[in-house]
């Protein structure tokens, strides 16, 4: 009954936030999304899964309810939690929190309609890291695009109609081929499936019902169906070539809305790789190993060689995004334990170190109205604090040991090394981790010309150190990193719990 | 005894004929003379399948398209003295706002 | 200087042309059907009757066919409707701004709502 | 004494706490939180010389103390403690060292009114608990951990003047050249792991001992890519050689270190002369059970090490600045350290290793004070005459000169000369590799005397060439008592392995460094190593003799050198002989334009390459997505055309439509035929 407490109580606080007057919108928002938050570390708490919850391990908080007949298929309410999506849902709700509070400072008008959005997408998206069942996934997956194209479009910068309007038709038109792709799986299950829920889903694919439709063999089926998946979901990843989207929808989006977007957004794509394609179709994503560690180690060199060309913080932070997702990519084709459950604990530490660095770039914006790394140089003269915790945040991002970012790159680059997937898979471990010189060289690269040297500013705003309610979710955030980077077994063990059952089926051990 | 297709081959002829009207005319006013062609051309075809059938249906059916037929050419008239008011001319071609 | 009537060819024809395609096709469909022998009506029948008889669902008429009573009543308010509208439509108005039906595809409509929408400020 | 190796993790932990305590609450303390770090560093130091005593008295200890990621199915990466002969010397050195640093930033820092002092010594503090971490590391995973975090620090402290535009782009340089030497030791790490399973260096399953046993056939590892085991070990080997290569300063990614002087010269003195720049050779010999098992490795270790050992040398012939002269030394003398465990001589590399860290520290503090004295003008021909206004820096500067430069009671001299013999006589026993690398090794020495003394005359000798050297400013008691200290230990820690006196003499017994370091795990002891170095040592007129003649010749080209720079530059009035140099010069005051080629690799080519991707990204990428959009937009944009408003041709497509309608029908319905 928790989470649909959970999901309950984060739609009814977006709801009292649309009808406060806009004053207080931001602090009552702030209040009222504590709630998930405490509702999410009692379910941590509580938390007493073990297995991953497609294949049969048990599901913590598990609800399964009948609720729609649809032809053959009857539509179950189901939504349960296991290692995988545990820690997602602690991630959505702590940086949901916290961008709240960044955003009392930046948003300035229609408070109230801003921060009811924002919670309205937190509800949605702790419906897509709970829910287990088709029907519920996918409605929830949809309803995520809708606050977030209102929240760039009203709220964000100069271009933001363009942005707006190419993020929601990218990543719908994505969806609709993913939806397609496992339809037609669903359809070749044929009659051996009652319901839309994943489990059985599954569970019938890995006893092998899968049988031909629309004129496919039962193998070209399965090999289909990845293929429109994983498109679907590499949008949203996104993966090297179906990035485009994510730089304009950063650039233009206020800044509580883009930690929300790199810190959790991004996470959903993910997510749903590993949850659909990874677990359901492992013999066709090993026969896919090589063009997907092609796609992975493209993501980290590419949108790493971007990064260092961008001139706007906030593009050199998206681009940079690109490339530590396409390590999550790299560590789920692996199928070893400490690859995939290294991709799982990059989702958390990427969600936490993007989030940290999109709120410092964000802070340097509230006083100096400008992320062109040329306009301005020594701002660490005059904002001490946050430049340093935009240093701290940046080495977290470098992957310097002892913060999160660390000890996921470095899960990946283990299990990726190690695997038997390909014969390779050294060459691509050893080509991805490249990327982390590239990010040193273009993370020290932009440190040094904004935040070092003597204080120069074009603007006309005089620059002072920003209010304690700006720095106090970077220090918190910071404070997580680090936590998580000493002792990454608060999830690790969780998330190799869950992930162990996928890899006896790829095959790996 | 005369074989139904002739009776379709003459209504088809009328009908086409209407259209013709109908493509080739600039003035309102003859467009509604076109259509009481194609109306007719209609009632040709009910009557031949009605004989067809040994069934009263089809000739009691055209009544009604006469009536319908009158009905619409009294709309037509009043749309027709609208369009003249504000186009001040029947001619069909200018009156083109009737679009995107 | 005789004004006879000339046939007046030209280009503005061709559309025409869609309408003897049409008859084409038709004639040909129809011309290659075969229909077997109509079975007529019976030798003497009186068919004005008939139709009478079944425009008021009586069915005493010597040859059948259906009751149009109901089409009947509706074919008569048709023709009231139309005679209204009819002269609705021809009345030259008297009293101030024609509240005619507007066919300038709502132009109007639009300059007025979006000037006055243009003056409140852009939002 | 049996318990004290249980406080070992304080060693680490006390620096740690000085950081936090510095970057907490260092602007309330007095001297702005240097008590707390010379307090922790000062406690830490105390521990190491009882760990050091400890060990000596034969104890080991090699306990892990944290799980950082426990795999359930897979193994666990942990967290030990390895405390050996090796890594309780190298702990006595960095305390000792990072101690005498923190007293001297006291004088450097605090005196000369600097701001942002609780950063400052907040940064010694994590380096110091870095540092120390990665000295005791027990697993490379943790080494590599701590190898980054110490790399951090170096960042943190060369930009620590962040406010100018020097000290940042130097600490970016800094960070970026070593982390692209760290990415192959990443590389090495996973590899190691990957073939492996573990990566402990010492206990049942340490990754050198399953080499060994792999290269004799017991079990097998797995391989990769396709290769066999010797040529994956020589690989992996290299991979790791890469970090060390590049946070020791070896010959291509040197360029860092000469730019690092940008930091304060006690930084300067404490990572990149005794501690950081150590930490690469230290790996080496961490692991050198490994390195043993592929000669190729060792080889090109040698040639590195003796090629960069003569590389630098000549550099710091020309440079004008003292710390300049300084940097180009350390990066050569770390050559000699990597051509001694190249050469196989293990115990000799840990000496110099030992000796260098006292005198080169002692120096760059000695230039530090000269640097007080001349209000921050580091040029060394704006000096002069020194000698007399500052006796304690002038004889600790002498004695650290004499040291470097290999003279005979000096420290410098028998570890140098140590490191000679060992590669001469095993390039004697049939590997030329090794003599040509002793040929440089030793061509390097005559370099090293030369602009050591050329630096000693030209600050201390001579008449006052500037108004500052006429009077200089005083340095007080916290200068000059490290100095002394550094100046004693740098005159005697010779005395510590004296081989040469050893055979030639044939006093037994004296070699205490050698016994000191046997005294290890069996698979990590000096005696092990020997017996697996894969080298023969050939003699020339029996052992004594090849000891003699490689000291003298070693001695005399040192000689040489300082006699030729005496003749030079102890007069009056020197005068600049470089330019007799003439183009010369010039290549070598550009450090044979390496920085020239590594900065024109990082401008020149990867930023074109990324500003090209990116105009093809904005380009065709996102236009091809634009395109896509654009489409429909003009679609839509000619469908739009057919509603033209003219009632006759809706009608027009009307009957069209219902012809083709008709038409299509027919033939599908078969009417016509």
Redesign the interface.
């Known amino acids: 009954m928790i989470i649909e407490a959970l999901i309950a109580v984060t739609f009814l606080a977006a709801l009292v936030t649309f009808v406060l007057p806009d004053r207080y919108a931001g602090k009552a928002a702030f209040a009222l999304s504590l709630a998930p938050v405490i509702g999410s570390l009692y379910m941590w708490q509580q938390y007493d899964a073990s297995g991953n919850a497609l294949l049969g391990g048990n599901i913590a908080f598990e609800t399964d309810v009948v609720w729609l007949q649809l032809g053959q298929y009857d539509l179950h309410w189901m939504v349960g939690v296991d290692g995988i999506s545990m820690p997602l849902v602690v991630l959505t709700t702590i940086l949901t929190t916290l961008a709240i509070v960044s955003a009392w400072t930046p948003i300035a008008e229609r408070q109230s309609q801003f921060f009811g959005l924002m919670l309205l997408m937190e509800a949605n998206l702790l419906g897509v890291f709970t829910a287990l069942d088709f029907f519920v996934w996918f409605v929830f997956w949809e309803a995520v695009l809708v606050p977030m194209y209102f929240l760039i479009g009203v709220w964000g910068g100069p271009r933001r109609k363009y942005a707006a309007i190419k993020f929601f038709v990218y990543t719908n038109i994505a969806s609709l081929v993913m939806f397609i792709g496992f339809i037609s799986l669903v359809f070749g299950l044929g009659d051996s499936i009652t319901s839309l829920r994943l489990p059985e889903i599954a569970q019938a694919l890995q006893a092998g019902q899968l049988g031909s439709f629309a004129g496919l063999s039962a193998g070209a089926l399965a090999s289909v169906a990845f293929i429109a998946m994983f498109f679907g979901f590499a949008v949203k990843v996104p993966v090297a070539p179906l990035h485009t989207w994510l730089p304009d929808a950063h650039v233009e989006a206020p800044t509580p809305v883009s930690v929300m977007l790199a810190g959790v957004l991004l996470k959903m794509g993910t997510y749903a790789l590993l949850r659909f394609n990874f677990t359901m179709l492992p013999e066709t994503a090993r026969a896919f190993a090589l063009p997907i560690a092609l796609l992975a180690v493209a993501s980290v060199i590419y949108g790493a060689l971007l990064a260092l060309a961008q001139q706007d913080l906030k593009r050199i932070v998206a681009y940079s995004s690109v490339s530590s997702m396409g390590y999550v990519i790299l560590g789920l084709i692996a199928y070893t334990t400490y690859g995939v459950g290294g991709a799982t604990f990059q989702m958390v530490a990427h969600g936490l170190i993007s989030g940290l660095m999109f709120m410092a770039v964000g802070v340097i914006y509230n006083t100096t109205h400008t992320r062109m790394v040329s306009d301005m140089s020594g701002i660490a003269d005059r904002m001490p604090v946050t430049a340093g915790i935009f240093v701290a945040g940046a080495f977290g991002y470098m992957g310097l040991p002892l913060m999160a970012g660390f000890a996921a790159e470095f899960f990946i680059f283990k299990g990726a090394f190690e695997s038997t997937v390909m014969e390779a898979m050294p060459l691509f471990t050893g080509a991805a981790m490249f990327g982390i010189v590239i990010v040193a060289g273009y993370l020290l690269f932009a440190m040094q010309r904004t935040l070092f040297g003597p204080f120069r500013f074009d603007g006309d705003y005089d620059v002072t150190e920003a209010p304690f309610h700006d720095v106090a979710p970077l220090a918190v955030l910071l404070l997580l990193t680090i936590v998580l980077g000493v002792s990454p077994d608060i999830f690790f063990t969780m998330i190799q719990d869950a992930v162990n059952p996928i890899l006896e089926l790829g095959g790996a051990f | 005894m005369v074989p139904p297709q002739y009776y379709l081959l003459l209504s088809a002829a009328v009908f086409c004929i209407g259209i013709f009207g109908l493509l080739t005319r600039r003035n309102a006013l003859l467009f509604l003379m076109s259509v009481e062609l194609m109306l007719n051309a209609a009632n040709i075809n009910l009557v031949a399948f009605s004989y067809y059938w040994g069934n009263v249906t089809g000739q009691t059916f055209t009544l009604f398209t006469l009536a319908l037929a009158a009905a619409e050419v009294a709309v037509g008239l009043g749309i027709i003295l609208v369009l003249y008011r504000n186009f001040d001319g029947v001619d069909v071609t200018n009156a083109t706002t009737m679009r995107w | 200087m005789t004004t006879k009537p000339q046939l007046k060819l030209g280009s503005h024809l061709v559309p025409g042309l869609a309408a003897v395609a049409l008859f084409v096709v038709m004639a040909v469909v129809f011309v290659g059907a075969s229909f077997p022998n109509p079975q007529g009506f019976a030798e003497g029948a009186n068919i004005t009757a008939s139709i009478g008889y079944s425009m008021f669902n009586l069915d005493f008429g010597d040859v059948t066919g259906e009751s149009f009573l109901v089409a009947f009543i509706v074919i008569a308010v048709t023709l009231d409707v139309a005679l209204d509208g009819a002269i609705h439509l021809a009345r030259r108005e008297e009293s101030g701004q024609m509240r005619t039906i507007l066919t300038d595809g709502g132009r109007e409509l639009k300059r007025t709502l979006l000037d006055s929408d243009d003056e409140e400020g852009d939002h | 004494m049996a318990g004290i190796l249980d406080f070992a993790p304080a060693i680490v932990l006390l620096p740690f706490l000085s950081f936090l305590i510095a970057l907490g609450a260092g602007r309330y303390m007095p001297k702005g939180g240097a008590l707390a770090g010379i307090g922790a560093t000062a406690g830490s130091f105390v521990l190491s010389i009882a760990t050091f005593f400890a060990v000596s008295g034969g104890q080991t200890y090699n306990q892990t103390i944290y799980?950082?990621?426990?795999?359930?199915?897979?193994i666990n990466l942990t967290f030990g403690l390895l405390i050996d002969p090796l890594s309780s010397m190298m702990l006595v050195i960095v305390t000792l060292v990072a101690l005498l640093v923190h007293v001297f930033s006291l004088g450097y820092m605090n005196d000369e009114g600097e701001t942002g002092l609780p950063r400052y010594y907040a940064g010694l503090g994590l380096f110091t608990a870095s540092m120390l971490g990665f000295v005791v590391a027990d697993n490379l995973?943790m080494a590599?951990?701590?190898f980054?975090?110490v790399g951090?620090c170096s960042y943190l402290l060369i930009?620590f003047h962040?406010?100018?535009?020097g000290?940042?782009?130097a600490a970016?340089k800094a960070?970026?050249v070593t982390?692209?030497g760290d990415?192959f030791f990443?590389?090495g790490v996973?590899?190691v792991?990957?073939t492996f399973g573990s990566a402990a260096f010492a206990g049942p399953d340490a990754f050198p001992v399953l080499a060994e046993e792999a290269l004799n056939g017991e079990h097998s590892v797995?391989t990769?890519?396709?290769m066999g085991e010797q040529a994956w070990f020589t690989v992996v080997g290299l991979l790791v050689l890469g970090g060390v290569v590049g946070k020791s300063a070896q010959f291509p990614l040197h360029t860092w270190l000469p730019d690092a002087m940008e930091g304060p010269t006690p930084v300067s003195a404490l990572i990149h002369a005794a501690t950081m720049v150590a930490a690469g050779v230290y790996l080496v010999a961490r692991m050198y059970g490994f390195y043993v098992l592929t000669p190729t490795t060792l080889a090109i270790i040698a040639l590195i090490g003796g090629f960069t050992a003569l590389f630098a040398a000549t550099m710091g012939v020309v440079k004008k600045e003292i710390k300049q002269v300084l940097a180009y030394s350390t990066i050569s003398q770390y050559g000699y350290m990597m051509l001694g465990l190249g050469a196989g001589g293990y115990v000799a590399a840990t000496f110099h290793l030992m000796t260098h860290a006292f005198f080169k520290a002692l120096l760059f503090l000695g230039a530090g004070s000269v640097i007080i004295a001349m209000h921050h003008n580091e040029n060394m021909w704006d000096m002069g005459g020194l000698k007399d206004k500052m006796p304690v820096t002038y004889y600790a500067f002498l004695s650290g000169s004499l040291a470097l430069a290999g003279i005979v009671p000096f420290a410098g001299f028998w570890s140098k000369d140590e490191v000679l013999y060992e590669t001469l006589i095993h390039g004697l026993g049939g590997s030329p590799i090794l003599l040509a690398a002793y040929a440089m090794g030793l061509l390097a020495v005559f370099f090293t005397g030369f602009y050591t003394f050329r630096m000693v005359f030209l600050t201390f000798h001579g008449e006052p060439r500037s108004g500052t050297a006429r009077d200089p400013h005083g340095v007080r008691w916290n200068v000059k008592g490290p100095l002394a200290v550094l100046g004693v230990l740098a005159a005697t820690t010779g005395l510590v392995n004296m081989v040469p006196v050893e055979k030639l003499f044939g006093i037994e017994g004296i070699d205490f460094l050698h016994q000191f370091l046997d005294g290890s795990f069996s698979s990590l002891n000096a005696h092990h190593y020997a017996e697996l170095i894969p080298y023969s040592s050939g003699y020339i007129g029996g052992e004594a003799g090849t000891v003699a003649i490689g000291a003298a010749v070693s001695l005399g080209f040192a000689l040489g050198g300082a006699a030729l720079a005496h003749v030079l530059y102890n007069v009056p009035e020197p005068v600049e002989h470089t330019d007799k140099l003439g183009s010369i010069k010039t290549v070598l005051y550009n450090n044979y334009y390496q920085d020239e080629y590594q900065v024109w690799i990082?401008t020149g080519v990867?930023?074109p390459?990324?500003?090209v991707?990116?105009k093809f990204?904005q380009g065709i990428?996102?236009g091809v997505?634009n395109g896509i959009?654009s489409v429909s937009l003009f679609a839509g944009g000619r469908v739009?055309r057919i509603?033209?408003?003219?009632?006759?041709?809706y009608?027009?497509l009307l009957?069209?439509g219902?012809?083709a309608l008709?038409?299509g029908l027919?033939l599908l319905g078969g009417?016509?035929a």
């Open positions: 799980t950082w990621a426990e795999g359930l199915d897979a995973l590599f951990m701590f980054e975090l951090l930009g962040f406010r100018q535009d000290p940042p782009s970016k960070f970026l982390r692209f990415y990443l590389i996973v590899a792991f990957a797995n990769f890519l396709g990082a990867v930023q390459i990324s500003r991707l990116d990204d990428v996102d997505v959009s739009k509603q033209t408003g003219v009632v006759s041709n009608a027009a009957t069209l219902l012809t008709l038409l027919g009417w016509f």
